[in-house]
């Protein structure tokens, strides 16, 4: 069966210090991938999006990037995080685009 | 740009009640998606609906997709305060398979 994991799944960070957050998928291949961030309360924000290594789609513009190193890995980073950064970072996956997605278990992120 | 428009935002019931959310778009969706995120958590997939037109049930869930595939629509029969978490809906617009729309949610509250 499929399973995603993300990690860490707290994290509090200075404003102005770098971001890196992973999310990893087993039993599957070549997936979609997805980074998104909700801030409290509030709806889902698409961030990114990938249909394949390397290839990687931006939905905001703002002071984060993706990679995708591999196929089934799929790193946030910043270099300098902002307060505004703070908000709880999913990643998700599906088959196909159109297909349901399944979502790892969340980063919540503070920055201070 | 595409929208996804969900209401109401919050609702709160008394354990027994019926529960409705909807879902309107302002293009014409392929398809729809719905989930559920329980409190602390991570959105979970419900269901998918792809006909215009077409309902279908989970136990005391009842989802219907419109006729012209530009609303949807979510009702909970006798609620528990297991459904208590936000729901959403989310849609392929038509004219672009790659991205999933997102409503933000609608928050239910289950008073026992």
């Known amino acids: 069966s499929q399973t995603i994991h993300q990690w860490p799944a707290t994290l509090v960070q200075p404003v102005g210090s ?36 390397g290839q990687i789609s931006s939905e905001v513009p703002q002071n984060l990037s993706a990679s995708r190193p591999q196929d089934r890995q799929f790193i946030l980073s910043s270099k300098k995080l902002l307060l505004s950064d703070s908000g709880f970072y999913l990643c998700a996956w599906s088959t196909e685009s159109y297909n349901e997605q399944f979502f790892g278990p969340g980063t919540r992120l503070t920055v201070l | 740009g595409q929208q996804v428009m969900q209401i109401p935002q919050y609702q709160h019931v008394q354990e027994g009640e019926d529960f409705t959310t909807y879902c309107n778009s302002s293009t014409t969706l392929s398809n729809i998606q ?30 219907q997709f419109g006729e012209a595939k530009k609303n949807s629509s979510l009702h909970i029969t006798a609620t528990q305060t297991t459904d208590v978490g936000t729901y959403f809906c989310a849609g392929f617009d038509a004219g672009n398979n790659r991205k999933l729309i997102w409503g933000l949610g609608t928050s239910l509250a289950v008073n026992p």
Request: aromatic share 14%; net charge positive.
């Open chain 2, 34 to 63: 719905w989930y559920k995120q329980r409190p602390g958590g991570h959105p979970v997939f419900l269901i998918q609906l792809v006909k215009s037109g077409e309902v279908k049930k989970q136990k005391r869930l009842t989802f």
């Open chain 1, 18 to 53: 770098p971001l890196s957050l992973e999310c990893t998928v087993e039993g599957t291949s070549n997936p979609n991938l997805y980074w998104y961030r909700q801030a409290a309360g509030r709806g889902l924000q698409l961030l990114f999006y990938s249909v394949g290594i």
